[in-house]
């Protein structure tokens, strides 16, 4: 009588997040003006991110990254004022088609950005490239079919791990114990570190030579995993982990017989509020990310600078900086496009972008999967003033394909 | 050493996160096993513990006992909203009430999310009990021993007082017979305020002393009702014995199990619950006396 209750309130939930998506599409205004926009009269510039529902902690750097540029830069893209129509994915996946329909047929956008879970990217782009309009996405990046019209500001799943895999074959003497998730963003980061490390000649300490992976999100308790990591005689660990999977790893790893075996990771295991909620345990992590708050650079400095005066001089986190870079992206191609101003013509304009000056380097656009080719830092979790940051300690490997 | 000191620290964690389980899914088997309230808002009184003693402790003793304090409160607060808006359905069987506890559950967890914001929230303990001890060689965290001690003691209190002392008594027989129990002079909207607000002070120090363990975050209150129920359903509603050595046989089968098998880790904890179903099942059928009626089954 137990079991059949969890899948009811489960589903509830979906509805009640279906419904307030559709009550959010419902509300916002939509007094904007047609895509054809001429001279600097205003465009509309959808954005889609989690403001509910199971990734609203992750929704709002989507947000707010895209919103400084905005604010840094007199409100303008391309020397339009711009009208920013922000929708709620919830969710996500086909809880989102009804928010990005509303801002394609009735509110006439140029371009959608954003987006922060997968299946949400799965359920827009077919609409928007359908439709003609570029989605510059700023969170995961599943595999899509058609690519012409999606623009990737973040990452493939692999890079992470294809970055630091090269590093550790080289720089640890001895075999690695990889962990990552049950699920497949958790296969997929996972891949991208086990095959650049073996190829370069590294060993994994793990059972059978394969990753584990951990029930997700179910795990709570990594203790025993730690013990099998310690018995085995690894010299090293390398692990994905986000969220509250991430904060329980790395404090169980903090307080165990593992806690002398170096912990590497991606980025995202210390990035923002997990690193807060880690606290002391996270000290001495390294990770592998391609955004590091103290890279030095004019362009880095005006972000961070920007971002600390707005945000209790918080250091901004890397979701931010790829929602900045969406804003920036868009800013140039509107610029190129013209007075021949549509969703086709900005889309073209993306596409035929060279390099692009970011707080993270310059890096640019694959032809080919349309996702950044960049560099990837190390970085070190250290003390840095009064708090707990990630501070770039060199450099990885350029990828991209 | 040998294959049997790599499972020393998995069985010793066994025993602390089992206790856990057991502190977490006690209120729920009080007042669900005892009371006849399916309370599907428990693990939201748990992540409500857990959120005010992070929020009230700031690494002194002081402020971790009156995060304690305030947990327990804030719980019992909660458990008095629970009472007030389950006692019209008490007659109605379990299917309303679990669907206003629902309701309550889902109206708690935005509250919390509003207040506290999505993020995992930081939990800071005072610095004697955050670092490690050595035990036969290895390190092992301070404050899941000081958990084993705490909860062991939560745990012979709670038999104490449900099996030995007068009020114990009377909740007891408010379940084999709620009219006997109003003819002999106590209200029966008091009995079930009472319980009502026991199982959520159990709830909200559940939170407050698990929070270092499992933080409060919003997906708390899922995680602690999904396995509050395992702990229940295996070890009977209501008995306290019962739930005591299923959550100590869950936590070994989390740890102990996934280091035998790390890859049947995902199936091991509810495929055992099923053959554990299936056996009283059959031994149920068999000897036809023992119904595992929800109200009647206690300590």
């Known amino acids: ?401 | 050493m040998g294959t049997l000191d790599t499972y020393f620290v998995p069985a010793l964690d066994g025993v602390a996160w089992g206790l856990l389980l057991f502190v977490a899914a006690a209120g729920l088997t009080l007042l669900f096993g005892i009371g006849g309230v399916l309370n599907i808002a428990h693990g939201t009184l748990f992540a409500l513990g857990g959120y005010l003693a992070a929020t009230v402790s700031d690494g002194s003793w002081s402020t971790a006992i009156l995060g304690m304090v305030v947990a327990t409160v804030g719980g019992t607060l909660g458990g008095a909203v629970l009472a007030a808006g389950t006692l019209p359905l008490a007659e109605r069987g379990h299917l309303p009430q679990a669907l206003l506890t629902f309701g309550l559950a889902l109206v708690g967890g935005d509250i919390l999310s509003t207040i506290y914001g999505g993020d995992p929230h930081p939990v800071v303990i005072p610095s004697s009990v955050s670092g490690t001890m050595h035990i036969f060689g290895h390190v092992y965290p301070t404050y899941r021993l000081m958990f084993i001690v705490v909860a062991s003691v939560l745990a012979l209190a709670g038999t104490y007082v449900l099996g030995r002392t007068r009020a114990g008594a009377l909740l007891r027989a408010a379940a084999d017979d709620r009219d006997m129990v109003g003819a002999m002079g106590y209200a029966p909207w008091r009995v079930h305020a009472a319980l009502c607000g026991a199982a959520g002070a159990l709830a909200g120090l559940a939170g407050g002393l698990g929070a270092p363990i499992i933080g409060p975050a919003p997906d708390a209150a899922d995680k602690v009702l999904m396995l509050s129920m395992v702990v229940i359903v295996l070890g009977r509603p209501g008995s306290v014995a019962g739930a005591f050595f299923a959550a100590i046989a869950v936590g070994e089968i989390e740890t102990v199990g996934v280091t035998i098998s790390s890859n049947w880790a995902p199936y091991l904890l509810f495929g055992l619950m099923a053959l554990a179903l299936v056996g009283r099942t059959f031994r149920g059928s068999a000897d036809s006396a023992g119904a595992a009626g929800v109200a009647g089954a206690h300590a």
């Open chain 1, 1 to 401: 009588m137990f079991s059949s209750r969890v899948p009811a309130r489960l589903r509830a939930v979906l509805a009640v997040g279906a419904v307030t998506a559709l009550a959010a599409a419902g509300c916002s205004s939509s007094t904007s003006s047609k895509s054809a926009a001429k001279g600097d009269s205003p465009i509309t510039i959808g954005l889609i991110t989690a403001l509910t529902g199971s990734n609203k902690a992750l929704g709002p750097d989507h947000l707010n990254g895209f919103q400084l540029y905005l604010d840094t830069h007199g409100d303008k893209l391309g020397g339009h004022t711009v009208k920013l129509d922000v929708g709620d994915e919830a969710n996500g996946g086909a809880a989102a088609v009804p928010v990005a329909k509303k801002m394609i047929e009735q509110d006439h956008v140029l371009a959608i950005a954003g987006i922060v879970a997968t299946p949400t990217i799965q359920a827009v782009v077919p609409i928007a490239t359908a439709a003609g309009v570029p989605v510059v996405n700023t969170g995961g990046r599943p595999t899509v079919k058609d690519v012409s019209h999606l623009w990737t500001m973040s990452f493939m799943s692999t890079d992470p791990g294809g970055a630091m895999g090269p590093y550790l074959a080289q720089n640890v003497q001895g075999s690695v114990y990889a962990f990552g998730p049950d699920y497949q963003g958790g296969y997929d980061q996972l891949r991208g570190f086990t095959d650049s490390y073996t190829k370069a000649g590294g060993k994994l300490a793990n059972d059978g030579g394969k990753p584990t992976f951990t029930p997700f999100p179910t795990t709570d308790d990594f203790t025993p995993y730690l013990a099998k990591v310690k018995a085995s005689g690894a010299k090293a660990i390398y692990c994905f982990y986000t969220g509250t999977n991430a904060i329980a790893f790395v404090k169980a790893w903090a307080q165990s017989d593992a806690k002398d075996i170096p912990l590497y990771a991606a980025g995202f295991i210390t990035e923002g509020a997990t690193l807060k909620a880690e606290g002391p345990a996270a000290n001495g992590i390294t990770t592998s990310m391609n955004y590091s708050p103290d890279i030095s650079s004019a362009a880095n400095r005006a972000f961070v600078s920007a971002w600390g005066q707005k945000y209790n001089g918080e250091a901004p986190p890397a979701t931010a900086m790829y929602s900045w870079d969406a804003a920036s992206v868009l800013d140039q191609a509107i610029a190129k496009a013209g007075s021949n101003l549509t969703p086709e013509t900005i889309n073209a304009a993306i596409k035929a972008m060279g390099q692009i000056d970011s707080p993270r380097g310059t890096w640019q656009l694959s032809a080919d999967t349309h996702v950044p080719v960049q560099k990837w830092y190390l970085r070190k979790v250290e003390m840095d003033g009064t708090a707990l940051a990630n501070v770039k300690i060199g450099d990885l490997a350029t990828i991209g394909s």
